[in-house]
């Protein structure tokens, strides 16, 4: 369904491509394509910009990857993908197609043992398996017995960040229905014919032949988001957007807002706020000074103390963070305490902490520090956060008779609430994973989990419609099948007598 159909009268869409962001003047500068080749380009000014654009898929500047391999972030790179699949087949069923050949059309790869690598190779499988080359009624018979598909993961294991249990269940499944798993690997380059990977405890090089290459290996910034990046100068990660707590982004909090994959929360002022205080306050009670820093003794009560002043911190500016901010808490701790380490052994008097090397210490350990995983279910948490802090801001008049600004001082902090992890495994099988409490979560596996899974998914849509077309697409699926019709016209080209894929022809 449009978007349109889902906004209110007081909403303006506009549909049209964001190039640019100027934070400073206030405008978002826009392009409009249409079919026949015309570009408008046109400005929209804001009093507040959220940015939720998303982010591309990282190559890591591997060779060849942007001009031979499929990527899964849109709809479009879905159908492109299917069509691929499916003309391999048709290729490869030709008379004359060498058992060489037919091998090598239908052998996928997965860069990427993600969830989202993990659930494209299990619904492929699926597909060929149950829809087009089961043995029972193979619709490209030629073609039973000869493809494979198979997940290159950089990691020892499959799904990280996921509880082992999931990750041995993932890996066991999908070998099961026959997915290969090739772990501890990297993507070396990508040729037109091979690709290329390293077994990384030996180093062992091959060069593999493939049919198709789908790369889902992570996320990176998008131009539009490195655009805006590069404009602000407190802006100190090429990752990502970077927030405070409450989504503004930094740099540019009166007006700039950033969610879901294109954003990144930092908590760094925070940490280095609420540490500075405290160190000030032993400054101030051990009557030490800013050239000679702490004295020793002093400085041993602050190490010490930053585990319970880390706690009473935990009620404040972080909460929702308590898992990663116990980590960073003893990273922290660490850090001072080698610091302290390292005063004790100078030559001379004692030179104690000073308020320069909190800062410093701070910084480097909250640098590249993340707190949310690129995720659906944070990005949705985000939107429902900023649209109500958004609707309780406080217009702040200026004193002086000019423009005023809206204030959200007041709003708490944005806090995950993590409602799980769900993967589907192939073979109509799901696993699940939901926390119990901040260090303990329950693992479930089957086909009744597949069932939740699949429910799941069937709520997240925004419309009856869409999820009656969806329950239609299910049932249809499973009573006679995925289509498996191409979405291309073979037709000799008049002018040349070439055969011309006309869906290709007309994407190019």
Known sequence: MHIRGH????????????????????TLNCEHHAADGICKKFKVPYDMLVVGTGATTNTFNTKGVDEYCHFLKQTGDATLIRDKVLENLEVASLPGTSEEERSKLLSVYVV??????????????????????????????RCAGSTSVTVVQSNAHLLPGYQSA?????????KEIGVNILTNTRVIGI??????VMDK??????????GLVVWATGVSPIPLAKSLISKLPEQDS????????????????????????????????????????????????????????????????????????????????????????????????????KLLET????????????????????????????????????????????????NKGVYVSD?????????????????????????????????MTIPASEEVSVDWNGALTNTVWHGAYWGMLDSMSARCALLFDWTRGRLFGRPTSLNAICTPDSSSGETVNMSRHARD
Not at 166 to 174: F, G, K, P, S, T
Not at 191 to 196: A, G, V, Y
Not at 352 to 364: I, P, R, S, T
């Open 112 to 141: 990427g043992g993600g969830p989202t690598g993990v659930e494209f190779a299990a619904e492929l499988q699926d597909f060929l398996m149950d829809d087009v080359v089961n043995p029972k009624h193979a619709i490209y018979k």
């Open 238 to 337: 090429h990752r990502a957007i970077r927030t405070n707590s409450r989504c503004q982004v930094v740099g540019a909090e009166d007006s700039v807002f950033a969610v879901g994959d294109c954003a990144d929360i930092t908590l760094e002022k925070e940490y280095k706020d609420y540490i500075l205080q405290f160190y000030r306050q032993h400054m101030k009670d051990s009557g030490g000074s800013d050239r000679t820093g702490l004295s020793e003794e002093a400085n041993i009560s602050f190490v010490d103390g930053l585990q319970s002043h880390f706690e009473n911190m935990f009620g404040g500016v972080v909460t929702g963070y308590k898992v990663q901010g116990k980590i960073i808490q003893e990273k922290l701790i660490a850090d001072f305490a």
């Open 399 to 431: 004193a002086n008779g000019g423009k005023g600004k809206w204030s959200f001082d007041h709003a708490d902090p944005f806090s995950f609430n993590n409602m799980g992890q769900m993967v589907y495994l192939g073979g109509h099988i799901a696993a």
């Open 191 to 196: 040729s037109k014919n091979h690709i290329s």
């Open 343 to 390: 005063a004790k052994t100078r030559k001379g008097s004692f030179q104690g902490l000073k308020e320069a090397d909190v800062e410093k210490v701070v910084a480097n350990r909250l640098k590249r520090q993340t707190f949310h995983p690129p995720t659906a279910q944070v990005a949705h948490q985000q939107g429902e956060f900023l649209a109500e802090m958004l």
């Open 166 to 174: 999931v990750q041995d269940c993932a890996e066991e499944n999908l």
């Open 7 to 26: 906004l209110p009268n007081r909403v303006d869409y506009i549909y049209a491509a964001a190039t640019d962001i100027d934070p400073g003047d206030k």
């Open 201 to 210: 405890p030996t180093g062992e090089k091959s060069d593999l032949p493939y």
